[in-house]
């Protein structure tokens, strides 16, 4: 099946600096990626709509500004999260679009 | 708007009970359904899915049929192992292949599964 790989799959990074995800489809292209956060205990949430060569889609309430997302190449998005507070710590996870929604192993970001 | 809901958990059994995890959707048109399964620590992996009513999703086991007329994808799986302990997702994909919503998940909150020797 299709292969999503997501790095880092941990990261600690102190207040107020920035970190950036990657999000690639290793067998397959992929024109739209999609990111999904997770709260402990609770659902996925979906952030944004990521399309290669446009600007992403952000669904209400999340701020663009925050989460960049780069959607440069068919197989590579990113998400980087600005300025990183720890309200920001979560389980970030991708998946790429390719006869299916195949997901990343998801990346858990611990700000402190 | 689109939206899953699963059965609250958390859901403790005993290895080969019978295992049952509800979830309804609600939805206009054909939605695409969906489980995936979440282990400790790591991402979301396709369980199974069902694309049109009255499709029989299965792996490992596990099964799910898509009933239209109940709005309804409910888990089952007759014999559980304590390698099945996990999160269950529940989710609808509305989107239809080429369209611009394809591939766009929406998921129910949840379920956590721990299976006992």
């Known amino acids: 099946g299709a292969v999503v790989s997501q790095h880092p799959s941990r990261v600690i990074c102190k207040s107020g600096t920035s970190v950036k995800i990657e999000c690639r489809s290793l067998d397959f292209q992929a024109t739209t990626m999609f990111w999904y956060r997770q709260f402990p205990k609770q659902s996925l949430m979906l952030m944004a709509t990521?399309?290669?060569?446009?600007?992403?889609?952000?669904e209400q309430g999340v701020e663009k500004d925050k989460f960049l997302i780069n959607h440069a190449s068919l197989t590579l998005s990113t998400l980087t999260v600005t300025s990183a507070h720890p309200e920001d710590s979560s389980f970030y996870i991708c998946?790429?679009?390719?006869?299916?929604?195949?997901f990343g192993q998801g990346t858990r970001l611990t700000v402190v | 708007g689109n939206s899953v809901t699963q059965m609250e958990g958390p859901v403790t059994l005993s290895e080969e009970a019978f295992l049952t995890i509800n979830c309804t959707y609600t939805a206009t048109g054909y939605p695409s359904l969906f489980w995936y399964v979440q282990y400790p620590g790591e991402g979301l992996q396709l369980l199974l899915k069902a694309t049109k009513a009255d499709d029989k999703g299965s792996n490992k086991g596990f099964e799910a049929t898509y009933r239209k007329e109940t709005t309804s994808f409910h888990l089952e799986k007759g014999s559980v192992q304590v390698s099945d302990s996990a999160v269950y997702f529940c989710?609808?994909?509305?989107?239809?292949?080429?369209?611009?919503?394809?591939?766009?998940?929406?998921f129910g909150q949840g379920t956590i599964l721990t299976v006992h020797p």
């Open positions: 989710a609808l994909s509305h989107g239809i292949a080429g369209g611009t919503s394809y591939g766009k998940l929406t």
């Open positions: 998946s790429a679009r390719g006869g299916g929604a195949f």
């Open positions: 990521s399309n290669e060569g446009s600007k992403a889609t952000y």
